[in-house]
């Protein structure tokens, strides 16, 4: 039976948040706190946009001066991912820190192995953003797990003065004062933020270019109230992240039953049990959007749903299931609307599912992309550079 | 015959766990419930399986957190110790069941469980993590928790052939990202000294150190050393 997806969005099509839903917002705890010696809190900077959230709290979005929170998936498995988003922050103009002295969040080993505990997780988000106030930035993190639980470990600061205690006790033998943000801000609301302008920076039309966009569980289920969710997009009844982006650069984005499903990626299960992973992101997700939607491009806003769905498709090809999607973050995706080099800057050549067909109906001429980049190899090799510079990049 | 509410359920022995005492497995669950977050994640349960009906890894296994929450809001000492030993390694972590209209945290639950299998050196957390601790080892010692080298053919066979092409070209093609962080290959990006350091402190200060150990005894051995080492050059006393 297929679920009639037209129907149920058409029944649900009239927003109105009820403001008894409200909850308690969470920063007026975080500045009496502050109030009372606990932690400093670092504000969000001028200039920010204000973001409509689940049940309508307003958020600020800080647009310049950002402390890069960088994601270990991205940077080590997705290099294209983290590239673009600094490449496009780059083209607006924006300044940024792009620190060394950051760790993991540990999230992913968290929820993996359980070989930590509340305070070991608190004390390195505090270390994390202790490191970002030194200098002078503010965070924006990249991974969606990150952020989420990056909230959850605010939530439990603000509830438990024992935790606070711990951790700062911790901090302290660190040399690091309490620093609570006064937002917890992921990168895809900062796309969200500015899509607009990036959408003037526009370069490749996308007009015929119909993408599925897979919401990031951690983004927008783990401390709910905290995602963006706009009345303009699904009628405010999901997260208008990544979808408020790609329909501002004239995509066309396609709704599909399991859009609510996880992509599989289970931390655990993507290192020692794909046998799951790899189920569940093809047969609920990619092959529910080629069957219900025929997508040009998956589009998502997390570094394991990028690395699920895209890497989970070649052993079910060999199978013969339906797939065969390209996969990629909304960031590399803006960046390739507002004309990065595919390999440069997108670095699509770490990615498996295949790409080209997308390039091609967006009039990107892959071939002699891929030829310039050979080319940047060929100049590291010969010790000309030592590496490729931002500069190349635009070359 | 009237069907027994354990007749439901997974027959104990099935998976093989040691039985233990009822004193062991209650004082497993006063463990659970006594974690910090506990409160904050279990408010009773309605059991009406909205949490398995958007749960994969119900989808998937022989797995339900209706299952867990109901065995935890119910008290059932010997349900939970059960669980911990065969289902709890299962959730994907997803947290799509926080849509439970009774505002619990199943997937929540299950990972202070997992925490308690861990602090308690039991067999099914042994199991699970076979195999994932070179994880451990990679967010140790280098801050960051997967790193470009891990991207080899024998280790993702089912990646396809893309993971070859990086792996054979890993140091160039490493090169050839322009962020200045980013040329690194045994970690994610360019992780400075002291900050490796400092969170290895956390994890010593707050007992997390400890939890390596029940899990493997001998990458906690080689953790520290290497820690040791890094500590004294630094001149930070523990
Ligand atoms: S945990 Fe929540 S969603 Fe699951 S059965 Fe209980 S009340 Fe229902
Ligand atoms: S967190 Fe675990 S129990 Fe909850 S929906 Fe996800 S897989 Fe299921």
Redesign the interface.
């Known amino acids: 039976m297929t679920i009639p997806v037209a129907a149920l969005l058409k029944k649900k099509e009239k927003f109105e948040r009820d403001p008894q839903r409200l909850p308690e917002d969470f920063r007026e705890e975080v500045f009496r706190l502050e109030e009372e010696g606990e932690w400093i809190v670092d504000r969000v900077p001028e200039p920010f946009v204000e973001a409509p959230t689940k049940y309508g709290r307003s958020k600020k979005v800080p647009i310049a001066n950002l402390w890069h929170h960088?994601?270990?998936?991205?940077?080590?498995?997705i290099?294209g991912y983290?590239?673009s988003i600094?490449?496009v922050m780059r083209k607006l103009g924006m300044d940024y820190n792009?620190?060394?002295?950051?760790?993991?969040c540990?999230a992913?080993?968290?929820?993996?192995?359980?070989?930590?505990?509340?305070?070991?997780q608190a004390?390195?988000a505090m270390?994390n953003f202790a490191?970002a106030k030194e200098t002078g930035y503010f965070p924006l993190i990249h991974c969606g797990t990150s952020y989420?639980h990056y909230k959850e470990v605010r939530?439990?600061l603000i509830?438990?003065p024992?935790?606070r205690r711990?951790v700062r006790?911790?901090l302290a033998?660190?040399g690091k004062p309490m620093v609570m943000p006064e937002e917890i801000v992921h990168y895809s609301e900062w796309f969200w933020a500015m899509r607009n302008e990036i959408a003037a920076k526009q370069v490749v039309n996308v007009d015929g270019i119909v993408a599925t966009v897979h919401p990031a569980?951690?983004y927008y289920?783990?401390v709910?109230g905290d995602a963006i969710y706009d009345p303009d997009v699904y009628g405010g009844q999901r997260t208008a992240i990544v979808t408020g982006l790609a329909e501002a650069l004239g995509a066309e984005v396609r709704s599909y039953s399991t859009w609510?499903?996880?992509c599989?990626?289970?931390?655990?299960?993507i290192?020692?049990q794909?046998d799951?992973t790899?189920?569940?992101a093809t047969m609920?997700k990619i092959e529910v959007m080629k069957e219900e939607a025929n997508p040009d491009v998956v589009l998502t806003h997390d570094t394991g749903c990028v690395t699920t769905l895209d890497?989970?498709?070649?052993?079910a090809q060999a199978h013969g299931r339906n797939v065969g999607v390209p996969v990629m973050s909304e960031a590399q995706f803006a960046a390739l609307a507002m004309g990065a080099h595919p390999y440069?800057?997108c670095?699509l050549?770490?990615?498996?599912a295949d790409y080209r067909p997308l390039l091609e109906k967006m009039g990107i001429d892959w071939e002699a992309a891929w030829a310039e980049?050979q080319e940047?190899?060929k100049r590291?090799?010969r010790g000309e550079i030592?590496?490729?510079?931002?500069e190349?990049?635009d070359a | 015959m009237p069907v027994t509410g354990s007749a439901l359920l997974k027959a104990p022995g099935v998976a093989g766990f040691d039985e233990v005492s009822y004193e062991v497995k209650e004082r497993l669950f006063e463990q659970v419930k006594a974690d910090l977050r506990f409160e904050d994640y279990l408010y009773g349960c309605y059991e009406c399986g909205i949490c398995v009906a958007v749960c994969p890894s119900a989808r998937f296994y022989d797995f339900s957190p209706r299952r867990i929450a109901q065995a935890v809001a119910r008290e059932d000492v010997e349900l939970v110790y059960q669980q911990m030993e065969e289902d709890i390694w299962e959730c994907s972590q997803c947290f799509s069941c926080v849509r439970c209209p009774r505002a619990n945290n199943p997937g929540g639950i299950i990972l202070i469980m997992r925490e308690a299998a861990i602090n308690n050196g039991m067999a099914s957390a042994k199991e699970a993590l076979e195999g994932y601790t070179r994880i451990i080892y990679k967010i140790m010692s280098t801050g960051t928790q997967v790193s470009p080298d891990m991207l080899q053919p024998d280790a993702f066979p089912d990646w396809g052939p893309e993971v070859k092409d990086v792996s054979d070209n890993l140091e160039l093609w490493r090169r050839a990202t322009p962020p200045e962080t980013m040329h690194t290959t045994s970690m994610s990006w360019d992780v400075a000294d002291r900050t490796l350091v400092e969170l290895y402190l956390i994890w010593f200060e707050t007992g997390a150190l400890d939890m390596i150990k029940q899990v493997d005894e001998g990458l906690h051995m080689i953790l520290e050393e290497l820690m040791e080492e890094r500590l004294e050059e630094m001149g930070i006393q523990r």
């Not at chain 1, 992913?108 to 070991?120: D, E, F, K, P, Q």
Request: aromatic residues 16%; negative net charge.
């Open positions: 960088k994601s270990c998936g991205q940077c080590g498995h290099p983290s590239t600094f490449w792009d620190p060394r002295d950051q760790t993991s540990t992913w080993n968290y929820y993996a192995s359980a070989t930590s505990n509340s305070a070991a004390a390195v270390r490191a989420g939530e439990e509830l438990h024992e935790l711990e006790d911790v033998k660190l569980c951690h289920k783990l709910e609510f499903d996880c599989g990626f289970g931390f655990r299960h290192l020692v794909r799951f790899r189920s569940f609920r890497k989970s498709q070649f052993a440069r800057v670095q050549h770490w990615h498996s980049f940047d190899l590291l090799e030592e590496f490729l510079s931002w190349d990049c």
